[in-house]
C-alpha cells in the first residue's frame, strides 16, 4: 500500500506542479493562538470537534493539525507583503489528524490519514476564480490518471467555512456521501447542498378550521392515512436544540411541508447564520432532543407528535443559558399551504384546516432546509427527473474568500498602497482514501485490480515449480529484462504450491503475471491479465517489449 500512496503522491504532484503550486511542508504541531484568532479553536476542539489538542509542560495549549488554513494565513501574514508577490498558491503532502467518531472501513476514514492540501493567496476574487478552475482541471486529471470514476458536485462549504466549494466523489456503494444529479449530467450536488423542485402539493380537502381526535397518528404516514389525505396537506413540525460556542442553548422550530424531510446540513447552516443574533460567533451542535435532553429544559411533558408552529414558549425553562423562546423557522415548502393539517399541541390531537395569518402565524424566517430527494425535478430543467447515486468523497475545492485573512489580520499592500486582506482558495486530496476507494471501485471475488497507474508493481513473474532449474533462470532474466525496461517487477520464487502463487497474485491485484511454466519448452512463457483474466502464451523475446507497450499504454490514459 505505501507504493500505492507513493504512486498515488506522485500524480498529484505533477498535476499540482503542472499549475505553477509549489510544495512545501507545515509543522503538524499547531499552538492554539492561531485557531484561537481565526475563531475555530472551539468549534474544533469542544462538542463534536475533531481536533486532537492537549496541554504541553509550559502548559499551552496545542493540537496536531486536522487542516491547515490558521498555519498557512500565518505564513503568508509574515511573508508576503505586496500585490506583487501576488498570486501564490502553496501544498503540501502530509499526514492529517481528525478525532472522527466513526472512523471505519481502514483507510477511508482513519484518524490519521494522508492528505494533500493546497492554500491559495489572491489580490482579487478574478484570480482566485482563475486558480479554483485550474484546481478543478488538476484534480480531474489526477483522479482519471489514478484510474477513477469520479463526478464533481457541489458541495456544502461546512466548518472550512467560505463560499463556493466543489467535491470530487468516487461513484461506489459503500460510499458514505449521497449524491443527487440529473440525467443530461449539468446537475450533480452532494445531498447536504442539493436543491430541487419538490413534487407539487395535492390540495387540501379541508376547508373548515376544527380540532379533531386522532389517536395514535404521531407519524405523517399515520396521519395521512387517518386523516385520509395528501402528506403534502399536512404541516410537520421538528423540534431542535442547538448549542452556540457561547454555551447558550437555543430550540428550534422548524415547520415543513409533510412529505418532506429537513437537512441537517442546511439547517445547520441557517442556525449558524443567526448567531450574530445571539452574540455567538459559530453553531457548536444541532440535535433533536432526546428525553433526557428535554428534561434540561422543557418545564412540562411535550405534545411530541402533536406540536403546531405556535407550540407556547412556556413549555420552556427559564433559565440562564437558555433562550426562553423557540426560534421558528419555516421551509420554502409550507409557506404557500391551504387548508393543512397539524399538531393541535396536545397528545391525540390534530387541527384541520389551519392557515398561515389565521390560527398561526407565518414565521419571518423562511429558510431551504429541505432535502433534496430522487424523483424531483431539476431547477436548471423542470423535465429533468433526478436520481441518486453514493460516492466517496476524494478531494474538496473551496473559494474561501476573505473569512481567515480577515479574522487573523493577513494584509498586504495592494497598488493604491492600501492594506487588504488576502483572498483565499483552499484544495484538498485524500490521499490514502483515494488510494482504497480504488480497491472499492475495481475488484472482484479474487481481490484487488489496481488500475495499472497506481498498482504496486506493474508485472509479478510467478515460478510454479522453483526445483525446476530452467524455469528459475527464464524468470531470473525475465525479471532483469523488466526492471531494465523500466517496469516495476515481483518475482515470485517462494517455496509455495503454484496454486498458492496464482491466488496471492490475484488478491494483491498486480496488473500483469508472467508464469515461467510447461511452454517453456517451445520458448514461450504465459501472459495472464489481472483485469479480464485474459491468458496468452507469448515467446520470451517479446514478452518484456510487450508488457511495456501495455503498462505505457494504459498509465498514458
Ligand atoms: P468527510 O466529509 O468525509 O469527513 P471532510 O469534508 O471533512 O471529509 P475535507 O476537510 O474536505 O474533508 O478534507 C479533504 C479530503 O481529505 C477529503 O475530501 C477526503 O478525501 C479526505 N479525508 C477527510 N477526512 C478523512 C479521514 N478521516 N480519513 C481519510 N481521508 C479523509
Ligand atoms: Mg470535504
New binding site residues.
Partial sequence: MWRVLRKVSQIVREEMDATGAQECLLPQLQPAELWQESGRWDTYTKAEGIMFAFRDRQDRDVALG??HEEVITTVAREMIRSYKQLPQHLYQIQS?F?D?IR?RFG?????E?I?K?GYSFHETAESLKETYAAMDQAYSNMFRRCGLDFVAVEADS?A?GGSGSQ??MVIADIG??EIIYSPDEKYAANVEKAVSIPPEAIASPFERYEQRETPNTPTIATLAEFANCSPTAILKNVLYEAVYDTGLKILVLVSIRGDQDVNDVKLQNEISKLAPQFEANTVLAVDVPDADAQQKWAVKPLPLGYISPGLADDYIAKKEGIHPQFVRLVDQTAVDLKGFVTGADESGYHVFGANWGEQFELPKLVVDVRTAQAGDRAVHDPEQTLQVARG?????IFQLGTKYSEAMGATFTNEAGKAQPFVMGCY???V???AQSAVEQRHDKDGIIWPVSIAPYHVVIVVPNINDAEAMAAAEKLYADCAAAGLEVLLDDRKERAGVKFKDAELIGIPYRVVTGRSLKQGKVEVVQRATKEAQELPLEVVVETLKGWVDEAIAR
Wanted: proline letters at 6%.
Fill in positions: 486536522p487542516t492529517k481528525r472522527e472512523p483507510l477511508m476514514r482513519s484518524r490519514f492528505m492540501d461546512g472550512i467535491e470530487f458514505e456521501d466517496i468523497e476524494v478531494g474538496h484538498g486530496v485524500g490514502s482514501r483515494l
